[in-house]
């Protein structure tokens, strides 16, 4: 059959059949089981109205029921079983004994930590900057084409920017062709140590005052509240793990020989080559970020930035601490959301690494185990912890929002 007329086949199908369940179970329902006439007439009415809802859910329901709710079951049960006999948490064992698994482990965390954040910083920018300007409008298309593109059709793109050619073939890869421009000159000290030194070093210190700022109202006695507490604590940790990082990249960037007049193979560098994967879900997602964020900070009260402008209060301060803190439940919400994005992450390593050179995470170890290695109890097993993963996030984001509806 001609694709064509197969896609209008399904289309007259699909609609129709819509259509046609909704008319016949109404009428059903009105007609035949309750039909508002005679003495019962009004109780009827009554009962019919109360069905009536569920049947315009019952689709959904069962759609759901048999896509969502089936193979969770499913998947756990497998991930319970080997070769068809039960096993327990064996697959568990096993897959915790790879040193795979624990390398997508803190791939995953490393990409949980920078792509959220980054994302939704870019994106606050974004919407702050382009909201500004008069052709804003323009640049926030620009910046929301790349969601537009395909995982695999973005990796495509940013692995040519990567691409590395011998050294005496042309560079046809951004990257490459810009790190040969350096040749460690003054010019090289100045961009390639000295700027990004002195960026990490107020990022930082940046991040230093946020855990002491965290920490300090815990040793005064304020905030005795246990979630407050606990939140503080996560907060100061995280704040400093980053630190830690930072300080790492810090005495890298002043201490490393920079191999100069070498192509590098950008992806195939271990720990490096996860942010440049990472750069290309920031990429897409910041446009994300950006158009939710925008229209928060439209919807900021005109009258607070009076307030704060006849106090006296700079662009900064407005910005950080009248605007961020009235939209802090989007930007929340926005961080969520990316967050069970990354989570899923596989598109973009299986097209760009497929998890060599040290970059495997969760859903590319979960694809390797079920349907390379045909391991399904081991795969099912990845894919559980994923879903355990993600399901808090989600849990989370539902109750912000029956509580903003609230």
């Known amino acids: 059959m001609n694709p064509a007329l197969q896609a209008l086949l399904v289309i007259v199908i699909g609609v129709g059949g819509c259509v046609g369940y909704f008319f016949l179970s109404n009428v059903i329902l009105d007609k035949v089981l309750f039909p508002a006439r005679g003495p019962n007439a009004g109780r009827n009415t009554s009962r019919a109205n109360m069905i009536r809802p569920w049947l315009f859910l019952m689709p959904a329901m069962v759609a759901l029921g048999l896509y969502l709710a089936y193979p969770v079951f499913a998947t756990l049960w497998l991930s319970l079983n080997r070769d068809g006999n039960f096993v327990g948490l064996?697959?568990?064992?096993?897959?915790?004994?790879?040193?795979?698994?624990?390398?997508?482990?803190?791939?995953?965390?490393l990409w949980l930590i920078?792509?959220?954040?980054?994302?939704?910083?870019?994106?606050?920018l974004a919407a702050q900057l382009t909201d500004r300007i008069g052709w804003g409008n323009i640049a926030k298309s620009l910046i929301f084409m790349p969601m537009a593109i395909s995982f695999v059709g973005a990796s495509v793109i940013w692995k040519l920017i990567y691409d590395t050619r011998p050294v005496d073939q042309a560079q046809i890869g951004l990257m490459n062709a810009l790190w040969l421009k350096f040749e460690?000159?003054?010019?090289?000290?100045?961009?390639?140590?000295?700027?990004?030194?002195?960026?990490?070093?107020?990022?930082?210190?940046?991040?230093?005052?946020?855990?002491?700022?965290l920490i300090r109202p815990m040793m005064a006695g304020g905030n005795r509240g246990g979630w407050i507490v606990a939140g503080r604590v996560v907060g100061a940790a995280l704040a400093l793990f980053l630190g830690y990082e930072l300080a790492t990249w810090l005495v890298g960037i002043v201490t490393n020989d920079l191999p100069y007049g070498e192509p590098q193979t950008w992806l195939s560098q271990p720990y490096w080559n996860s942010f440049f994967l990472m750069a290309v879900l920031v990429w897409i997602q910041t446009g994300f970020a950006m158009v939710i964020l925008s229209a928060a900070l439209r919807g900021v009260p005109e009258d607070t930035i009076e307030a704060a402008l006849l106090d006296g209060a700079n662009p900064f301060q407005i910005f950080f601490q009248v605007k961020v803190p009235q939209i802090m439940p989007t930007i929340v919400v926005v961080w969520t959301t990316i967050t069970i994005v990354v989570l899923k992450v596989f598109d973009i390593v299986l097209a760009m690494t497929n998890g060599q050179?040290?970059?495997?995470?969760?859903?590319?170890?979960?694809?390797?185990?079920m349907f390379r290695a045909l391991d399904w109890g081991v795969g099912s097993a990845s894919a559980m912890i994923i879903m355990l993963l993600v399901t808090p996030i989600l849990v989370w984001n539902v109750y912000n929002a029956r509580k903003e509806m609230r």
């Not at 697959?91 to 795979?100: I, P, R, T, W």
Request: glycine residues 8%; without cysteine; aromatic residues 12%.
């Open 90 to 109: 064996a697959n568990y064992a096993s897959m915790m004994g790879e040193a795979k698994f624990w390398e997508s482990m803190r791939n995953n965390m």
């Open 184 to 213: 460690g000159g003054i010019g090289s000290t100045l961009l390639l140590r000295l700027l990004p030194g002195l960026l990490v070093l107020a990022m930082l210190l940046l991040l230093l005052w946020t855990a002491w700022s």
């Open 114 to 124: 920078v792509v959220p954040a980054a994302s939704t910083a870019f994106g606050l």
């Open 357 to 369: 050179w040290e970059t495997q995470v969760l859903a590319n170890y979960m694809y390797d185990k």
